[in-house]
């Protein structure tokens, strides 16, 4: 045991003793041992002089950190409805009786446990898997039965067959930003050439929104951070991308790492900043030494650094943190606290980042696209990029399509391109639901594919999900209903309970006990998340019940079996004890025995 | 600068910096809040402050106010939803208020009967939390917890000590105190600290002095949560 104490006190060390490295220590101390015991926990707070149960909080906040031990080879199942539509809970029901495990526990000998995780950013070439943090896709019963031998075997993940952790970027359809090659440092030479105030006005005129998902102006983001006050500004590019059926940053980071860390380099030009730090969400830890390698080019290239470029205090640097099993830590302010290592709790706004961001600095906080998209705008002006999309949407826009379709993947389209002409492309055969914009986003009903991708109609963050004549809209809500349950950071009241209610009530009407009351219960805690919560989250919780009770009401009233109150546990069955107590089984002793006589 | 808004229809003046709760509780408007506390800056958690401005629920206890602003509180609307968060955060807890040290002393029961909160309305959780009661002055009864972190925040910026902290997440987030076993009388809290009596509920209780007072007669018995706020500052 003393053990774990050496392997904690190491990380501390690597990181300085720097306590907003937590999160970071804890992953890489966690590397080491499996899991965090005890003592791990109560040595990091020591040396980082933190209070124990600060650090025992914040280890508890992340799915990916585990108090108790797990198996030693620890695999979860992507649990996304997009990755369910192509076989996942059979393919794990499968691995866990090869391994005789059950799921959520460790087997008898310790070398496994299997469970569920939120969706791992892989919907075009599910169903997919992490074992031990690492990405496995496109798995089906002869992977399965492949993987049970590996680990029955002992079979170190170095020695598994390569092909099993092969990502595909899957690019369908390339527009300016995937179409065009991209010299490094090109795109930072024509910004700097306008000068700082000259850059953030082409930036202006671009029209860029983010492509996060809340459509902010980029260039009064930065505006705002260049003239807060205070020196120290700090760069962020969020990689968390949490949302269910988003795969597009992955895309970016594996393919076009150099253009986003230039939209860093350049949001620096535009601000001042001198630090940068890229958020990379857990499930995408294997693209880490690709970044951390195209980071080092770039340093030996003078593209980071101090004098980027041979320009006299242009000095700025970027370096990369990992998440652990967070969707909130995708909201910006969620991501900054995660950034401190600390729990990742959304912020009180005001004040917004751009003022008070990482550690209270003035902070721009991007997202992946977004940023990748600014090289575009350096390198052909604000004008021409404004030239594509519509008039409030600039620009193309990437769509991660998945599900019911002949050709899932990254495809890059101008905005106001419409759902049809989308679906057309992607080979969908018989579209009956499209979800825009992942779990929190909007589902789209057949009657309205000729809507566009747009802010000013229907926006995105960048997931498209397709779903066909055989797909219920009411499973795919509730499987959405328990991603946000699951991923409440648990703040605010509305959110943490009202999110566990309404995954009790959905799984009722799944379990054929809905009554009509039960409806307008829903209906009344989808208006509390959406008027109360803190976040994003909890507001946009409901929108997949709201949008479904909207839009296919019958895929929920064919699972009412009463228009009245229904308990939503069995009384018959909780009577089963006093039955066997007292040796009766007579129709009296049954609960629904006055309906039937 | 400061400035005027409109509260309910009145004016309510206001000072820079001040957020909305603050600028109308000093005008005499109480809003019902739990997890905002006069001695310490706004936490935003349990929402029960919700107003509407301009159409849009806010939380007042958090948000500065500013000229012009109108603000809807005591309407229809809003109680129902106070309402709500009320029963949602008694169904997620066990709490017997019959029972309960803490019964007619309670911001939370004393709320319930401000908000005519009359059912549960939702299904009970019934979370299994064990009590504490290894500490030689102090009880933990972690079933009534609400998760406002008055106690996590007074411990650590006022007693400077960190007993306190929230762990894992969503339904599941729960308090845990600063010890590796996990026990108070491990720590080095005091029945002294400010920590020790600031729970609005009835979570951290003195040994010994339990039901001195009878239940009838208590803080809340003798007079509603907004008149007991608002006359004596709490
Ligand atoms: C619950 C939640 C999750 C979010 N997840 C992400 C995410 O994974 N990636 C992202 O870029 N933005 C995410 N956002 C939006 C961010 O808060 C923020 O708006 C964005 O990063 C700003 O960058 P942009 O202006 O370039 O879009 C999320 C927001 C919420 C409320
Ligand atoms: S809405 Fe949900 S995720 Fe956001 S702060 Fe509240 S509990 Fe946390
Ligand atoms: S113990 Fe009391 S003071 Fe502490 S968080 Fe819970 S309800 Fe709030
Ligand atoms: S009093 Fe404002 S959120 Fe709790
Ligand atoms: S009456 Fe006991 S916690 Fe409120």
């Known amino acids: ?597 | 600068m400061g400035g005027k808004f409109l509260f309910d229809g009145q004016p309510v003046p206001f000072e820079d910096g001040q957020t909305i709760l603050q600028a109308a509780r000093a005008a005499g408007h109480y809003i019902p809040h739990l997890c905002w506390h006069p001695d310490f800056p706004p936490h935003g958690s349990c929402k029960l402050c919700i107003v509407k401005v301009g159409g849009r629920h806010v939380s007042s206890c958090a948000l500065p106010a500013r000229d012009g602003m109108e603000v809807e509180s005591d309407t229809p609307e809003i109680n129902g939803e106070r309402r709500a968060l009320l029963q949602m955060l008694f169904v997620e807890g066990n709490h017997f208020c019959p029972s309960c040290e803490k019964s007619g002393n309670c911001q939370l029961q004393a709320l319930a009967y401000e908000l005519d909160m009359s059912s549960a309305r939702f299904a009970h959780f019934y979370p299994d939390r064990p009590v504490d009661a290894s500490h030689p002055d102090v009880l933990l009864d972690f079933n009534r917890c609400i998760f406002c972190e008055l106690c996590v925040r007074a411990s650590r910026d006022v007693d400077h000590k960190g007993v306190f902290a929230l762990t894992d997440r969503g339904i599941r987030k729960h308090l845990v105190v600063n010890a590796e076993s996990g026990r108070l009388a491990d720590t080095d809290f005091a029945v002294g600290d400010r920590a020790a009596d600031i729970c609005p509920v009835g979570v951290i209780l003195r040994k010994r002095v339990g039901f001195a007072v009878p239940i009838g007669e208590r803080k809340y018995d003798e007079a509603s949560i907004s008149t007991v706020a608002m006359e004596k500052g709490e």
């Open chain 1, 1 to 597: 045991m003393q053990d774990a104490e050496r392997i904690a006190a190491r990380a501390v060390e690597r990181h300085r003793r720097e306590p907003s490295q937590l999160l970071q220590i804890l992953i890489e101390t966690q590397d080491g041992i499996g899991h965090l015991p005890v003592e791990s926990l109560t040595r990091i707070a020591e040396l980082l002089d933190l209070p124990r149960s600060r650090v025992e909080g914040v280890a508890g906040f992340y799915s990916f950190l585990y108090a108790e031990p797990v198996g030693r080879y620890r695999i979860l199942f992507s649990d996304n409805i997009i990755d369910r539509m192509l076989g996942s809970r059979e393919l794990m029901e499968r691995l866990c009786r090869r391994l005789d495990v059950a799921p959520g526990q460790v087997s008898a000998g310790g070398e496994a446990s299997v469970d569920t995780t939120s969706c791992t950013g892989m919907g075009d070439q599910g169903p997919a898997i992490l074992v031990n943090g690492l990405a496995v896709t496109r798995l089906d019963e002869a992977r399965v039965e492949r993987i049970a031998s590996l680990v029955a075997a002992g079979t170190p993940l170095a020695e598994w067959p390569a092909e099993y952790f092969h990502v595909d970027d899957n690019i369908r359809r390339r527009g300016v930003l995937l179409g065009e090659d991209f010299v490094p440092g090109a795109a930072l030479q024509a910004a700097m050439v306008r000068g700082r105030h000259g850059w953030l006005e082409e930036v202006r005129m671009s029209g860029l929104r983010g492509r996060g998902g809340a459509g902010f102006s980029t260039a009064v983001k930065w505006m705002a951070c260049s003239e807060a006050a205070g020196a120290d500004k700090v760069v962020v590019c969020n990689a968390d991308e949490g949302e269910p059926g988003t795969f597009k940053d992955r895309v970016l980071l594996a393919s076009q790492a150099e253009r986003v860390f230039e939209g860093m380099t350049l949001a620096a030009w535009a601000t001042g900043a001198r630090q940068g730090l890229l958020y990379l969400r857990g499930e995408y830890r294997y693209l880490l030494k690709h970044l951390r390698a195209v980071l080092a080019v770039r340093r030996a290239a003078g593209l980071l650094g101090a004098r980027i470029l041979g320009e006299g205090g242009f000095d700025f640097d970027i370096d990369i943190h990992l998440g652990a099993g967070a969707y909130v830590c995708g909201e910006e302010t969620a991501l900054l606290e995660s950034l401190e290592g600390k729990r990742g709790t959304p912020r009180i706004r005001p004040p917004f980042p751009v003022t008070h961001g990482y550690l209270g600095r003035p902070t721009v906080v991007n997202n992946v696209e977004t940023l990748a998209k600014t090289t575009l705008i350096a390198l052909q002006g604000g004008a021409a990029f404004a030239a594509t999309g519509t008039a409030q949407s600039t620009g193309t826009k990437l769509l991660s399509i998945s599900g019911d379709c002949a050709y899932p993947g990254v495809y890059e389209y101008p905005f106001g391109v419409t759902i049809a002409h989308v679906l057309e492309d992607c080979g969908a055969h018989d579209p009956q639901v499209v979800q825009v914009g992942g779990a929190s986003g909007v589902t789209i009903a057949g009657h309205e594919f000729h809507r566009r991708i747009a802010f000013e109609d229907v926006p995105t963050a960048g997931a498209f999900m397709v779903f066909d004549g055989r797909r219920d809209p009411f499973e795919m809500a509730r499987n959405f209903v328990h991603f946000f349950a699951h991923e409440s950071c648990g703040f605010c009241t509305p959110c943490r309970v009202g999110t566990a209610l309404l995954k009790g009530y959905m799984d009722k009407l799944a379990s054929g006990k809905g009554a009509k009351m039960d409806l307008a219960d829903i209906e009344w805690l989808d208006r509390l998340l959406k008027n109360a919560s803190h976040c994003g989250l909890g507001s946009s919780a409901p929108n997949p019940v709201i949008d479904t009770l909207v839009k296919f009401r019958p895929a929920y009233e064919r699972r009412l079996v009463s228009l009245d109150f229904k308990p939503a546990f069995d009384l018959d069955a909780a009577l089963e004890t006093a039955r066997r107590m007292t040796g009766r089984d007579d129709p009296a002793a049954h609960l629904d025995w006055r309906e039937e006589v």
